[in-house]
């Protein structure tokens, strides 16, 4: 079971970090991404990190403003989001997947979270 937490409002310009924590299974065995569905659109995907949190992916909308860390003793993935604009307002969710390599594609992803929405507004 996965479980986000984190979203809320925010000005453009602002900082967010979510948070999704995992229980009843092995969280050192998944890999793990973060995708988003705005209003209207389809769910895309955002960043993923591998098992180890060693190697990890970013959407290029979203990279060198996002970074995904993982901390396996606390069972949790979090995504900071910084520098944050408007066409960031969606609703996140975290995924988890037995794959080594997380893949990019959402439907690939057996576990979600319930997600949590980020607003990004003046």
């Known amino acids: 079971q996965l479980q986000a937490s984190g979203g809320g409002f925010v000005q453009p310009g602002g900082s967010l970090r979510l948070a999704c924590a995992a229980s009843?299974?092995?969280?050192?065995?998944?890999?793990m991404g973060w995708f988003r569905q705005a209003p209207g659109k389809e769910r895309e995907f955002v960043a993923v990190?591998?098992?180890?949190?060693?190697?990890?992916s970013y959407a290029d909308s979203v990279k060198g403003r996002f970074t995904i860390s993982r901390d396996n003793a606390k069972n949790t993935v979090y995504l900071q989001m910084n520098s944050l604009k408007p066409e960031d307002t969606a609703v996140f969710y975290c995924?988890?997947?037995?794959?080594?390599?997380?893949?990019?594609?959402?439907?690939?992803?057996?576990?979600w979270g319930q997600g949590t929405l980020v607003t990004v507004s003046s």
């Open positions: 990190i591998t098992r180890s949190g060693r190697i990890t």
């Open positions: 995924a988890g997947t037995d794959n080594v390599l997380p893949p990019l594609a959402s439907d690939e992803y057996p576990y």
């Open positions: 009843g299974r092995t969280f050192s065995s998944l890999g």
